[in-house]
């Protein structure tokens, strides 16, 4: 960056006086290589899927401002920003200038901001640049060494939640781990590619697209892409597949769901070799009169069984049978409330304890005032 700014400046003749000295504020540019995108990023770029974002390391943060395009969620997306590992907080942006609050910055030293979508719906946030006080420096942001790919519907995409995805378990689970976190989950979808609740396609379609299912719902997007997997940088850790719901919401045979869940794994090898896949069994919903359904009994066991026996041990079954009551669902929907979620976030992390997977002890990417 500063070598092309020393450069073309000396070949406009410019004195270095009238760029070097911190007089204008910084402008990064959507390309520039130290803003870290995760997530489902079209190619605007622009957000789909709760749970995308972008995350900067800056030395001497005073302002962040958002310059977003067209593409944009009108009249407004809802983004959560942690500054320095803090609890995100909601801000609203709309196309045009935004100013990014950071309570808790660091003027001096650095500081790490996280902006991420909440929604599984308005999560629209097309990136034009960023803009941050001058004599702000950008640096390179080193992701954790852990990084969580969870795959799921509503259940884990924390629909009826204030703030999303974002107190949902996948986020409160890797926030505690200081892990990177990629969530693909779509509420209403079933795993198999058959529609359901609005959905047109099924979560094993759509994980291998780029946008969410609100691509269809939309004028100025009516069309899905190819996800390009090479973005994922880091690649996954560990893959947590939580899904089913949907499946037995339209009547799929249990034969049916295991062969497509199968299949889905198969394919999910071609991506991740090695990686651990874990694979959750539904909690079921819970009733007023303390009985729970469950769905697909036995077939989550099969599935694991199954890669065992062709050779896989690297897919474990994650027991989530009584994690969730009456008292940890919203009476209308059934889904876990915010308390629900942090229940079945400590629950899984004990779980991932157990198993031997324990916390990073700090983030990557330090913070120092
Ligand atoms: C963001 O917008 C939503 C929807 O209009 C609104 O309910 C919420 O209060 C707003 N939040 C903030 C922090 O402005
Ligand atoms: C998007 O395209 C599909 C056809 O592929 C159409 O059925 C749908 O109504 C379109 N959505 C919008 C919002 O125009
Ligand atoms: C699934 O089966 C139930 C019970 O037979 C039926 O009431 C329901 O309409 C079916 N749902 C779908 C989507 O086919
Ligand atoms: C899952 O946990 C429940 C409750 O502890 C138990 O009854 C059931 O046998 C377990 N299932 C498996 C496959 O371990």
């Known amino acids: 960056m500063l070598q092309f700014a020393l450069l073309a400046a000396a070949s406009a003749s410019i004195s270095y006086a009238t760029i070097l000295p911190a007089s204008k504020p910084v402008t990064l540019s959507n390309i520039n290589p130290f803003i870290a995108y995760h997530g489902r990023w079209d190619a605007s770029p622009g957000t789909w899927w709760a749970g995308s974002g972008v995350k900067l390391n800056v030395q001497n943060l005073e302002s962040l401002e958002l310059n977003l395009g067209p593409h944009t969620t009108a009249p407004l997306a809802s983004v959560g920003v942690s500054v320095n590992y803090g609890p995100y907080t909601t801000v609203n942006v709309s196309q045009g200038a935004n100013i990014i609050p950071l309570d808790g910055s660091n003027s001096r030293g650095n500081s790490v901001v996280r902006i991420t ?185 099969k599935i694991v069984d199954e890669r065992h026996a062709i050779g896989d041990r690297n897919v474990f079954l994650v027991n989530t049978t009584g994690w969730v009551s009456w008292e940890d669902v919203f009476p209308a929907n059934t889904h876990p409330t915010e308390a629900g979620h942090a229940k079945i976030a400590g629950l899984f992390e004990t779980w991932l304890k157990t198993w031997g997977l324990h916390p990073e002890s700090s983030w990557a990417t330090k913070v120092a005032a």
């Open 117 to 301: 979508t909440e929604g599984w719906q308005d999560n629209r946030m097309q990136l034009d640049s960023i803009v941050l006080n001058k004599g702000a420096q950008v640096r390179p942001y080193t992701p954790s060494k852990l990084v969580f790919q969870v795959i799921g519907d509503s259940l884990s995409a924390g629909q009826y939640l204030d703030q999303g995805v974002l107190q949902a378990w996948p986020v409160l689970t890797s926030e505690n781990y200081k892990a990177e976190l990629r969530v693909n989950a779509q509420p209403g979808a079933a795993l198999k590619d058959i529609p359901a609740w609005g959905n047109v396609h099924g979560v094993s379609y759509e994980y291998f697209r780029t946008e969410d299912t609100g691509y269809y719902y939309t004028t100025d997007h009516n069309y899905t892409t190819p996800w390009d997997f090479s973005h994922d940088q880091p690649p996954p850790t560990h893959v947590v597949i939580h899904i089913g719901a949907n499946d037995a919401s339209q009547n799929v045979t249990a034969t049916d769901f295991e062969q497509t869940y199968l299949s889905f794994v198969t394919r999910l090898r071609t991506l991740y070799p090695i990686q651990p896949i874990l694979v959750f069994t539904p909690w079921g919903w819970p009733a007023a009169d303390g009985s729970i359904s469950y769905y697909y009994p036995g077939s989550y066991e």
